[in-house]
């Protein structure tokens, strides 16, 4: 939830995209998830909510992370 409220996200979105995570974690009955996994999960649905949020993520990985995280989640 911290994360996507850095991206931009209101307090609500960045709620809503949590339990919509938690929905798919219980609903696949998953006991791991990968990081690559989860940040894909959140991802697609904060580019689907406002994809200026979704670019201020990626933004934040290459220029603070050093990550690559669009080419990495394509792997």
Known sequence: MVSCLKAGATPEVARKIAKIIEGRILDKSLE????KELTAW??????????EWYRNWIIFDRAVKRRETEKELKK
């Open 32 to 35: 791991k998830i990968t990081a």
């Open 42 to 51: 959140i991802l697609q649905l904060l580019k689907r909510e406002n994809e």
